[in-house]
């Protein structure tokens, strides 16, 4: 089955960076995009943008540009997010899914905190 | 963008009622050359990721009960569930994926009086 596992929960100060990790496995990876998207506490679901997992090309939403960065390691089946610069408004949990919405990682938490 | 407007914001029903919720878009989601909307909701139950139930609009997905019923087109959309369990507990949003940047509803949460 489907399956993607996100790297656990991050604390960190404002101005530092986080990599998130998610590994997909149940399906070739290269078969379906990764999207990535935000939620904070008690809120909808914003989308990031996604990545190609065949050929690397990104999409980036308008609010997610700059600062953030998509990467693929495909030989292992995995997708990164990168968040530099880390301001407050970033705190929130970060899940991957499938561009096809039929899978999704377990979220991780992103705390922000001086 | 594309603005997604989702009523009631929260809902209480009783084990066994009908719940219908609403979602509506700022265009249309109908593509033109293949009949399809462009639309999906989401299950979010407390502390999980979400869950696709419906998409393009009224195809279930795989092992989603047939309580849950996805209906319109355009930009008028519904999710019925046709008998709430307790277990339907949740937020559900609606997204349209008719243009980037994909878009989301701002939730209706299901509660279970």
């Known amino acids: 089955q489907i399956q993607l596992v996100q790297s656990g929960p991050e604390v960190k100060k404002p101005g530092e960076s986080v990599k998130i990790s998610c590994k997909a496995s149940g399906y070739t990876f290269t078969q379906a995009g990764m999207q990535w998207l935000k939620q904070a506490q008690g809120k909808s679901l914003k989308w990031m943008g996604w990545?190609?997992?065949?050929?690397?090309?990104?999409t980036y939403a308008a609010d997610f540009t700059g600062r953030f960065v998509f990467s693929l390691e495909t030989s292992a089946s995995t997708a990164y997010l990168q968040i530099t610069n880390l301001k407050n408004e970033d705190m929130a949990t970060y899940f991957c899914?499938?561009?096809?919405?039929?899978?999704w990682g377990q979220g991780t938490l992103v705390t922000v905190s001086s | 963008d594309i603005v997604m407007t989702q009523t009631p914001s929260s809902q209480a029903v009783s084990a066994g009622e009908k719940v219908t919720m609403s979602c509506k878009s700022s265009q249309s989601l109908l593509y033109s050359e293949n009949k399809k909307n462009y639309l999906a909701w989401y299950q979010q139950k407390p502390g999980q990721s979400p869950k696709l139930l419906i998409s393009w609009a009224s195809t279930r997905e795989s092992g989603v009960p047939d309580r849950f019923i996805g209906s319109g087109s355009g930009t008028d959309f519904t999710l019925t569930i046709s008998s709430v369990q307790a277990e339907d507990l949740a937020v559900y949003y609606c997204?349209?994926?008719?243009?980037?940047?994909?878009?989301f509803g701002s939730g209706t949460k299901l509660e279970i009086k």
């Open positions: 990545i190609n997992t065949n050929t690397g090309k990104t």
């Open positions: 997204e349209q994926y008719y243009d980037t940047p994909l878009t």
């Open positions: 899914a499938r561009d096809d919405g039929t899978g």
